[in-house]
């Protein structure tokens, strides 16, 4: 039964990846650009936010997913009894092997999306890379964390989760298809932009200097209003 369902949600999620490489390959039928993204560089953001989502989901996803209803049926007491941090403990209970092994498409994405469209020739780009990539995780998480802890402050909210995938699921189309006020929250209050977008621009080479040193500042705002959030909420159900 394991085994089936493993392989279930292995085809699900490869599924799912397919599904986008089709539809970016429709939108660029009768065009060379979309809002100055070549197919290449559209496909590259693709992998981007496949290798990532992957890497949550994999990660904190399904750990997480389970604090509202802990809270709700009053479980969340065992995990706040452990003598370890409870915040780490409820992120990283539960690993998602499926979601490693699919997060090796996200790199093959990548690799494809350069082959067509190139790599940027930025060496300071380049180098931040991997950083941009690590506050692209680190983002998303805080995010994905501060949903779920919304749990401790109203009942019944098993679901939540489902407003994270369904707002992340934008993140994977070009910044410029938002209007201006969408923009600024997607770079500031929920900034899956930065998250999503930053890494791909990096690896494209088309980050400013400003750009780089603010995704690492914002993820470290993100950080601290996460954990003080949770901890305010923990001191609240307790």
Not at 95 to 120: E, P, S
Not at 151 to 167: K, M, P, S, T
Request: charged share 15%; proline share 3%; glycine share 8%.
């Amino acid at each position: 039964q394991f085994r089936s369902a493993f392989f279930a949600d292995l085809v699900s999620v490869l599924l799912w990846t397919l599904s986008y490489l089709i539809i970016v390959q429709t939108l660029y039928v009768h065009v060379e650009t979309l809002y100055g993204w070549s197919r290449g560089n559209l496909i590259v953001l693709v992998g981007i936010w496949t290798l990532l989502d992957d890497l949550l989901g994999a990660t904190v996803w399904k750990g997480l997913m389970e604090l509202p209803k802990a809270v709700a049926d009053g479980k969340l007491d065992f995990a706040l009894t452990k003598p370890i941090d409870s915040q780490f403990f409820l992120s990283a209970q539960r690993f998602y092997l499926v979601r490693f092994i699919t997060a090796q498409a996200g790199i093959g994405i990548n690799v494809y999306g350069i082959i067509l469209g190139g790599i940027g020739n930025d060496a300071l780009n380049l180098i931040a890379f991997p950083f941009i990539l690590l506050c692209g995780y680190l983002l998303s998480f805080c995010i994905f964390m501060f949903l779920q802890t919304l749990g401790f402050w109203f009942l019944r909210l098993e679901n939540i989760w489902a407003v994270f995938d369904g707002i992340e699921s934008i993140a994977k189309y070009p910044l410029e298809v938002l209007g201006r006020p969408m923009k600024f929250i997607t770079l500031t209050i929920v900034p899956l932009f930065v998250a999503f977008i930053f890494p791909a621009q990096a690896l494209l080479g088309r980050l400013s200097v400003l750009e780089i040193m603010y995704a690492p500042a914002l993820t470290v705002v993100f950080l601290w209003l996460t954990r003080r959030f949770y901890q305010y909420s923990v001191r609240r159900y307790s």
